[in-house]
Structure formats: structure tokens, C-alpha cells
T-cell receptor, first 114, second 113 residues
């Protein structure tokens, strides 16, 4: 069974640009969550999607957005990039939303903003 | 929120059991204890989770105290590949984390040859 796939693995963007990251969950998984990891703030929750609807959102500005498609694939978008957006962006998929279901992470997309 | 407290770092000799402690004294009855690990620059890897009873899988064992205020993750025979940051996470409705994983600073486990 294929794992969580994130593309691209590495990305370099300039301040002010926007970026779209993609996540393909494990087959059959309907919940997709996004996390940001930086050396200073650690791993922080961005948002979660289930059945194409955003169900939960972390404390991030509106420049961070996402969506989920009918096949459960998800994208996240960051507009007007800032240097502080440089981070490892991680996607996790789960079969459902129950608290006792494990989430499986992809390898992440390393975004560098210059 | 149910917070967790973990030692920032631990060492373990290769081949020996690694016992990683976690304190979650404010945990509520409907909250689960999850363990993940992250090897440098990779995505976190799910290890195990439990509610009240001890749990074991092919990777590790999870021992939860009877009062549920603390737990221990046991890697029975640590190898060099187990060197990673280990995160203990409490997840549940009471802590507002039913739908997300709230990561702390974790424990850097270094397995020594």
C-alpha cells in the first residue's frame, strides 16, 4: 500500500510569490491534515480536511489556505510569501476522524523563501 | 489543554531497552496517549497509542499508569536506526485536540553503539 505522497519535495520561492503544495493520502483515507515545522516553533497544526470540507484550523494567517478534492487529495496554498514561511510542510492522512485512529505522515515539502 | 512533559534528551546503548517517559498529569478520561517519532528531516512516524490499557505492537510497548497521569514508551531492543525525536501526544476532546496532533518538544533519543 502506497504511503502519503507529497509533491514537490523541495521548493525555492521569492518573497511575495505564492506557492501550492500537494498531498496524496493513503488510498481509502478521507482525512488530510497539514502541519508546518520550523526550528523555532516546532510542529504546528495548520488545518484538517475531511470529505472536501475544512473541519479544523490552526492559528495561522489567512495567507494559508487549503482544499480537498473528491478523491481526498489535498492542496495547500500560501500567498504573499514571507521569509518566515520557510519551513517543512507536512501532510498526514487518516482513515477517518475518530480520536483513536492513527495519522500517517508524508515526507514533507521543504519550502525555502528567499 | 492536557500538556505533556518529556525529558529533552536521553541516551541508550544499542541492543538495550529504551524507556522513554512522559508525564500527562492533566489528562482527561476520554483522551488518548499517542507516540510518534521523527528521524531528522523526515515526516513523523506513528509508533503506538492507547487509552487505559498497556499496548504492544511490532515496534514498541506503551505502559500507561493506572491513574493515567504518566506513560512510558519502551523500545525493547534499541538499534542505531531508532535515534530520533520521540513525541508523546495527548489527543482528545477535552484538550481541544480531537482533530489534530499537538506536538511538544519531544525527547531526542540517541542510541549509542
Amino acid at each position: 500500500k502506497a504511503g502519503v505522497t507529497q509533491t514537490p519535495r523541495y521548493l525555492i520561492k521569492t518573497r511575495g510569490q505564492q506557492v501550492t503544495l500537494s498531498c496524496s493520502p493513503i488510498s481509502g483515507h478521507r482525512s488530510v491534515s497539514w502541519y508546518q515545522q520550523t526550528p523555532g516553533q516546532g510542529l504546528q497544526f495548520l488545518f484538517e480536511y475531511f470529505s472536501e470540507t475544512q473541519r479544523n484550523k490552526g492559528n495561522f494567517p489567512g495567507r494559508f489556505s487549503g482544499r480537498q478534492f473528491s478523491n481526498s487529495r489535498s492542496e495547500m496554498n500560501v500567498s504573499t510569501l514571507e521569509l518566515g514561511d520557510s519551513a517543512l510542510y507536512l501532510c498526514a492522512s487518516s482513515p477517518g476522524q475518530a480520536m483513536n485512529t492513527e495519522a500517517f505522515f508524508g515526507q514533507g515539502t521543504r519550502l525555502t523563501v528567499v | 489543554d492536557a500538556k505533556t512533559t518529556q525529558p529533552p534528551s536521553m541516551d541508550c546503548a544499542e541492543g538495550r531497552a529504551a524507556n522513554l517517559p512522559c508525564n500527562h498529569s492533566t489528562i482527561s478520561g476520554n483522551e488518548y496517549v499517542y507516540w510518534y517519532r521523527q528521524i531528522h528531516s523526515q515526516g513523523p512516524q506513528y509508533i503506538i497509542h492507547g487509552l487505559k490499557n498497556n499496548e504492544t505492537n511490532e515496534m514498541a510497548s506503551l505502559i500507561i499508569t493506572e491513574d493515567r497521569k504518566s506513560s512510558t514508551l519502551i523500545l525493547p531492543h534499541a538499534t542505531l536506526r531508532d535515534t530520533a525525536v520521540y513525541y508523546c501526544i495527548v489527543r482528545g476532546i477535552s484538550s481541544g485536540s480531537a482533530r489534530q496532533l499537538t506536538f511538544g518538544s519531544g525527547t531526542q533519543l540517541t542510541v549509542l553503539p
